[in-house]
């Protein structure tokens, strides 16, 4: 079980969602907590309650993220964790969406590349301070799969991006470990989590969202990705029917394989 006792953890996209709740259990756990995101009212009251401090910042930024982490380095010594979990949705079928659209950078930036930038940074500030740090970073089930209850949404260009954060994660972690580098790295993968993102596409009431959805709240979320770090696990989903749906893609490169007598 990992030791949360004292440790400095910074969340990003904490205002709210899987982040407030992650915030929230790590510091019940003794775990000292900044709580960052774009909305620093949200910010505020998260660290209010987790008795922690917060942090303003903008992702979309690419400097934002690795100035945050030398911020915090300087003022507390050390950063033990990181979890890089703020995110944003993008709803917009691939054949009409804007591909030179603003809001399309911010998508790829802060759900993509913010993560690699922290973990760069991150890595650097243990390596030189002689300290092991931890990465989550919070893909979703898009990451590996098309769900059939979200097949009509408009979320390919979203999906993408959770895609690209997953290998990047996987490079990551294999880089860190053939490397030798003081960073362990983990993946959570949410299903269905009610929160505004979801609400927003989906409905406020999460009743009329698809059964198959198995829509659980944030504190579940947050709680099977503590134990999942406490099991050493790297790719930790919140359903499981992420395996189920994984299956087509499977069974797709396995037929054509078999088809092509590899």
Same mark, same amino acid.
Not at 26 to 31: S, V, W
Not at 123 to 137: D, F, H, N, S, T
Not at 229 to 249: S, V, Y
């Given at each position: ?8 953890? /910074? ?14 259990a ?11 995101? =774009? ?5 505020? $009251? ?7 401090e917060a ?5 979309? $930024? ?7 982490v030398?911020?915090? %380095? ?13 995110? #944003? ?19 790829? !930036? #802060?759900?993509?590349?913010?993560? /690699?930038?922290?973990?760069?940074t991150?890595?650097?500030?243990a ?9 989550? %970073? ?16 408009g #979320?390919?260009?979203?999906a993408?991006?959770? +895609?690209? %954060?997953? #290998?990047?994660? !996987? ?14 790295? +983990? =993946? ?7 929160? &505004?993102?979801?609400?927003? &596409?989906? &409905? ?11 829509? =659980?709240?944030? !504190? ?12 050493g ?5 919140? +359903?499981? +029917? ?6 087509a893609?499977? !069974?797709? %490169? ?9």
């Amino acid at each position: 079980m990992v030791d949360w006792t004292g440790q400095h953890v /910074l969340v990003t996209g904490a205002a709210s969602g899987i982040g407030r709740a992650l915030a929230l259990a790590l510091a019940a756990r003794g775990a000292k907590v900044t709580a960052a995101d =774009i909305n620093g009212a949200g910010a505020n $009251e998260t660290a209010a309650q987790c008795a922690g401090e917060a942090l303003t910042v903008d992702l979309a $930024e690419a400097g934002a993220g690795p100035a945050m982490v030398d911020t915090l %380095v300087a003022r507390h010594g050390r950063l033990d964790a990181i979890f890089a979990n703020a995110g #944003i949705g993008y709803r917009r079928r691939l054949l009409k969406a804007d591909l030179d659209d603003l809001q399309l950078d911010r998508l790829f !930036e #802060i759900n993509m590349l913010a993560p /690699l930038r922290l973990a760069q940074t991150l890595a650097r500030a243990a390596e030189a301070g002689g300290w092991r740090a931890r990465l989550v %970073v919070t893909g979703s089930e898009n990451s590996l799969s098309l769900p059939p209850s979200v097949q009509n949404n408009g #979320i390919g260009l979203y999906a993408a991006s959770k +895609h690209g %954060v997953l #290998i990047l994660t !996987e490079w990551l972690a294999t880089e860190c470990r053939n490397a030798g580098k003081p960073l362990d790295v +983990h =993946i959570l993968l949410p299903g269905g989590v009610y929160t &505004g993102m979801t609400a927003d &596409g989906l &409905g406020e009431d999460p009743a009329r969202w698809p059964a198959d959805m198995g829509i =659980i709240l944030p !504190e579940r979320a947050a709680a099977l990705c503590l134990s999942g770090l406490d099991l050493g696990l790297f790719h930790i989903p919140t +359903h499981a +029917h992420l395996a189920t749906d994984m299956a087509a893609r499977f !069974e797709s %490169v396995s037929s054509a394989s078999r088809a092509l007598g590899l």
